[in-house]
T-cell receptor, first 113, second 113 residues
Framework: DAEITQSPRHKITETGRQVTLACHQTWNHNNMFWYRQDLGHGLRLIHYSYGVQDTNKGEVSDGYSVSRSNTEDLPLTLESAASSQTSVYFC????????????FGPGTRLLVL | GESVGLHLPTLSVQEGDNSIINCAYSNSASDYFIWYKQESGKGPQFIIDIRSNMDKRQGQRVTVLLNKTVKHLSLQIAATQPGDSAVYFCAENFGGSQGNLIFGKGTKLSVKP
């Protein structure tokens, strides 16, 4: 069955370290998204991509970067982790511009000490 | 600084009763809406969607109602079961942002056996 997976599921890191969170989908969806979820804020968009080599900044992109070298993967990199980036991170994908339903991965819980 | 609301609105219902969860959306130009269910420790799961040319759409045990006049969306769950306990939130397709969704903060549904 097609699916969207994230790894690792849990990560503890130290302030200043570079961290990469993986997202992989097997639906062949063009659109992929990264969100963070924090108490009181709901889901906030970090970065998104509409296809290979396309990346765009979302609402809370500072301190994060993404790359899209193939359809299946959109890794999220925290360049220099900060305690404010402790959060739960969700990756999502959608088929195309008119099929907007986004399907979510299981999430990665990140703790920055 | 950020305003933080640590507590989600909570709806507590008896098993077997019907549940109604409400959502006020922000943009009158939004033309697509989705309800998601998120269980503890999991990613958001698609429940049902509706386009702005409809007022009502029914699924299995769920109905979504859209009132464009007052920018209001509701999710009705019939014969609520303990497995329905979760956080429910709506999302709108913000006009002009292709494929991007704006998410509400959510309502916690608690089902009493």
């Amino acid at each position: 069955d097609a699916e969207i997976t994230q790894s690792p599921r849990h990560k503890i890191t130290e302030t200043g370290r570079q961290v990469t969170l993986a997202c992989h989908q097997t639906w062949n969806h063009n659109n992929m998204f990264w969100y963070r979820q924090d108490l009181g804020h709901g889901l906030r968009l970090i970065h998104y991509s509409y296809g290979v080599q396309d990346t765009n900044k979302g609402e809370v992109s500072d301190g994060y970067s993404v790359s899209r070298s193939n359809t299946e993967d959109l890794p999220l990199t925290l360049e220099s982790a900060a305690s404010s980036q402790t959060s739960v991170y969700f990756c999502a994908s959608s088929e195309d511009l008119r099929r907007e339903t986004q399907y979510f991965g299981p999430g990665t819980r990140l703790l920055v000490l | 600084g950020e305003s933080v609301g640590l507590h989600l609105p909570t709806l507590s219902v008896q098993e077997g009763d019907n549940s109604i969860i409400n959502c006020a959306y922000s943009n009158s130009a939004s033309d697509y809406f989705i309800w998601y269910k998120q269980e503890s420790g999991k990613g958001p799961q698609f429940i049902i969607d509706i386009r702005s040319n409809m007022d009502k759409r029914q699924g299995q045990r769920v109905t979504v109602l859209l009132n464009k006049t007052v920018k209001h969306l509701s999710l009705q769950i019939a014969a609520t079961q303990p497995g329905d306990s979760a956080v429910y939130f709506c999302a709108e397709n913000f006009g002009g942002s292709q494929g991007n969704l704006i998410f509400g903060k959510g309502t916690k549904l608690s089902v009493k056996p």
